[in-house]
Each structure stands twice: as structure tokens, then as C-alpha cells.
């Protein structure tokens, strides 16, 4: 994993999100592929020198967006994305449009597609 995150301390974008977003980076060019285990958040702590929490944070935002899993004694692994069929792929464009016209945020219209999900 070293040298595949980099984190600018003057930067206005938080560390965990650039954390967050350049591993989410990796995985989408397949720099980090299904399976492959990333550091341990003390170890990419260290290494970056951040906090526990910090690299934590990212994780976990990874986790939540399906980009990685963390099972206890296997650590975080990569899971690779879905192949999105095309037909999702012009709605999801669809939506967006269509939120972007009604003035709505990205969290908004995500909020809306997960209300709209049947549970």
C-alpha cells in the first residue's frame, strides 16, 4: 500500500476523506484488486502519521460505500465492484440529472433512491 495514499496536512479536505478517496481511487482503476488486503488502521496510521480514528473513519466510510470488508483476524479486504448493468447505469444518470434540475444534492438524491429501495 505505500505510497498509494498521500495526505496533503495543508489541504483543505479532511484527512479521513483523503483516505477515503484516494483507496476508493485505487480500487475503481483496479490498482487494488478483489481479495488484496489493506494495511491495518494502526499500520496506515503510522505510516501516514494520523491518528487511529482518522484511518478508521475512512475504513469504515469504505465499508459503508462497498469498496472493502473488515472481518475480525482476516483484517480489510478489497471487494470488487459489481458490474453495473447498463440499463442502471443510464437510470442512475437519469436521477441525477433529474436531482441536479431540482436543485438536490448527491446525499439527497442518494437519499431518495435508498427511501424509494423496497426493504
Do not use: N
Request: hydrophobic fraction near 50%.
Amino acid at each position: 500500500m505505500s505510497g498509494l495514499v498521500a495526505i496533503d496536512a495543508g489541504g483543505r479536505v479532511p484527512p479521513f476523506e483523503q483516505v477515503r478517496s484516494q483507496i476508493a481511487a485505487q480500487i475503481g482503476a483496479g490498482y487494488l484488486v478483489d481479495g488484496e488486503r489493506l494495511p491495518s488502521v494502526r499500520g496506515l496510521a503510522d505510516e501516514l502519521g494520523l491518528a487511529a480514528g482518522t484511518v478508521a473513519k475512512a475504513y469504515q466510510l469504505l465499508e459503508e460505500s462497498g469498496l472493502v470488508h473488515t472481518a475480525r483476524g482476516a483484517g480489510t479486504r478489497v471487494i470488487r465492484p459489481a458490474d453495473v448493468p447498463e440499463p442502471v447505469t443510464e437510470a442512475a444518470r437519469a436521477l441525477a440529472a433529474a436531482a441536479r434540475a431540482a436543485g438536490l444534492s448527491a446525499d439527497q438524491a442518494a437519499t431518495a433512491l435508498r427511501d424509494a429501495w423496497p426493504a
